[in-house]
């Protein structure tokens, strides 16, 4: 059976079915749209094997994202949807599907290629460097029936351990939202802050990561301009984002976007100059944002110093934290991978990184 590698051409719906089939992450056609479709004047692509019958069997993505690396802007792409069926695993040769997505790139002026994957020795033969297991989920209860939900999703696995969730979801709830609820109790934002839903400069949050940069040394965040915010949060076709941005007259001081997942809430990103203003404002989304969420989500790299900060602050308000599977790995193209970049405690991670599905 013959296989060509394809990044035009290729239906959408076609590698979305491939992927429903296949994997857990909800790659609808209209999701593929806006990953690829909406971004591609920067180079984002999927590539597509596609056999001799014109069936879609294996697909390699790449997404286009600036990074602000020590202050400087980098051109950066992350590598996604990997797929390749099992029934055509003989047939697709996964180092080509994957080298041609490489040479892409590399015409389009990248110089890192990262991604987060549970398989890191799949891509160590291209050279992506493995920085490590550096993700972890803080997780913050709001309800009981909703964290019973959530413990339950995995009782069609383990219909024994019904009870032993029960138990569990019991003593989460009770256990840490009443040290949330007595922490933030008498936590207020101070008078000379206001909350906005837009920013009032496009670059205000870049220049904000400068001034954290000029702090912690060397951190390496996403991009985020009015164009890159405008593409990632306000155009998301499944998610609903609220935009939350904390200013002092017209300097931004800090700026967090929280995602409705359905079942619970998301903070993508959060970041603050003063780290006194987490419980205020924590306090702030949860009363005006929690209805029916079984809980409050963050993910965060706890190497990282900005991190660090933040997770002492989480843990003292009832935030759980837990370890991800999942692997980051990082790639120079057009030169050396060096410091920061190779460093994990630099890298200032988050929801935000994901893919967004």
């Known amino acids: 059976m013959s296989v060509k590698y394809l990044n035009s051409g290729v239906d959408l719906n076609a590698i979305s079915e491939l992927h429903k089939k296949n994997s857990p992450q909800n790659r609808c056609s209209e999701v593929l749209d806006w990953q690829y479709n909406t971004h591609k004047e920067n180079g984002s692509t999927i590539f597509a094997a596609v056999n ?94 909703g964290m019973l939900q959530l413990y339950l999703q995995n009782v069609a696995s383990k219909p024994d351990k019904i009870q032993l969730y029960r138990i569990a979801s019991f003593f989460h709830f009770f256990l840490f939202y009443p040290i949330f609820k007595l922490t933030v109790f008498y936590k207020k934002l101070p008078e000379t802050i206001k909350i906005h839903s837009e920013l009032k400069n496009g670059n205000d949050i870049v220049n904000l990561h400068i001034k954290l940069d000029s702090k912690y040394k060397d951190q390496i965040f996403l991009y985020q301009d009015s164009e890159m915010i405008r593409w990632r949060i306000d155009s998301h076709p499944v998610r609903r984002i609220f935009k939350f941005f904390l200013y002092k007259e017209d300097d931004l001081q800090g700026y967090c976007y929280l995602q409705d997942n359905n079942t619970n809430l998301e903070i993508l990103e959060m970041a603050f100059l003063d780290q006194k203003l987490i419980k205020p404002f924590l306090k702030h989304i949860v009363a005006n944002h929690k209805k029916d969420s079984s809980s409050l989500l963050i993910i965060l790299n706890p190497e990282n110093e900005i991190a660090k900060e933040m997770l002492s602050v989480l843990k003292s308000t009832g935030f759980w934290i837990l370890k991800n599977k999942a692997f980051f790995t990082v790639m120079s193209i057009t030169k050396k991978l060096k410091y920061p970049v190779n460093e994990p405690g630099k890298w200032f991670l988050s929801g935000l990184w994901r893919e967004g599905v």
């Open 52 to 145: 001799d019958k014109g069936e879609v069997v294996g697909s390699q993505g790449a997404i286009y994202y600036k990074l602000l690396v020590s202050g400087e802007e980098i051109n950066s792409f992350k590598s996604e949807a990997t797929l390749i069926e099992s029934n055509s695993r003989q047939s697709v040769d996964f180092l080509t599907l994957y080298q041609t997505c490489i040479n892409h790139i590399a015409k389009h002026g990248c110089e890192l290629y990262w991604g987060i994957t549970p398989i890191p020795k799949l891509f160590g033969a291209f050279g992506m460097k493995n920085l490590g297991n550096i993700n972890s989920t803080g997780i913050l209860p709001l309800n009981y029936k």
